[in-house]
């Protein structure tokens, strides 16, 4: 979700006012998906590189994770989503920590859409907890392993693979999200501001998605046919 302060920016507002909206884009998000039975949504919302922008930005951007939380959570739970929070917790103050740990704890049970965000998230660090944390498990994979034994320990292990990466805000990176599940997914890069992205947007970028053939490694040929 890319592009909050330069929104702010091009109306004179201080970048805060950018991601105050950019929640907003988040909450139609969301209802869009639980309407169309999207089944998996992660968002991006903090890096773990993230913490080098200025410290008033970075308790801002806390501070109305807090409050997203204290609002929205009951009414997710209404929507039958499942939320789920992946990153490294331990730099969040115990008030985030315990709101984010109730909200899953409450939603865990639904069934709808499971709502991951992304918070003090890199791609690189998931690898490098999940690589340590098997080898804890299983000294005896120091002399090997598969992917099936890694990919569990993952802070996604939950979600299938993305078919869809969408980044916002015109530029065209991943920027360290999450690597190993990316490998196959359809990748989409718009223009558009996160705060400007609705579902019009989401719509082109679900139909971009839908010209595209998803080989795999294989040829067109072997591919199932579409039924006439
Ligand atoms: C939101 O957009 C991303 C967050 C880390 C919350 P930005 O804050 O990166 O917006 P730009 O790139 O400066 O426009
Ligand atoms: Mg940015």
Excluded at 151 to 174: N, S
Aim: with cysteine; glycine share 6%.
């Amino acid at each position: 979700m890319d592009g909050n302060g330069r929104w702010a920016k091009r109306r004179f507002l201080p970048r805060i006012a950018g991601h105050k909206r950019g929640v907003e884009a988040v909450r139609s998000v969301v209802r869009f998906c639980t309407d169309r039975g999207v089944e998996y949504l992660t968002l991006f919302a903090f890096s773990s590189e993230n913490w080098r922008r200025p410290p008033e930005e970075v308790s801002f951007l806390m501070q109305l994770f807090i409050v997203a939380l204290q609002q929205e959570v009951k009414k997710l739970h209404e929507n039958g989503i499942r939320f789920k929070v992946i990153g490294d917790l331990s730099r969040f103050e115990p008030q985030l920590v315990n709101l984010i740990q109730d909200a899953e704890l409450l939603t865990s049970g639904n069934t709808g859409l499971t709502l991951t965000v992304a918070a003090n998230y890199g791609g690189r660090w998931d690898i490098m907890q999940a690589a340590n944390r098997m080898l804890k498990d299983h000294p005896e994979f120091v002399s090997g392993f598969s992917e099936s034994d890694f990919a569990p320990y993952l802070a996604l292990d939950y979600a299938p693979e993305p078919d869809l990466f969408i980044r916002t805000g015109g530029e065209q990176r991943i920027s360290n999200f999450v690597l190993w599940q990316l490998a196959y997914s359809e990748l989409y890069f718009t223009d558009l501001l996160w705060p400007d992205f609705d579902s019009a947007a989401l719509d082109l970028a679900i139909a971009s998605y839908q010209q595209r053939e998803r080989r795999f490694g294989r040829t067109s040929e072997q591919l199932p046919q579409p039924s006439a």
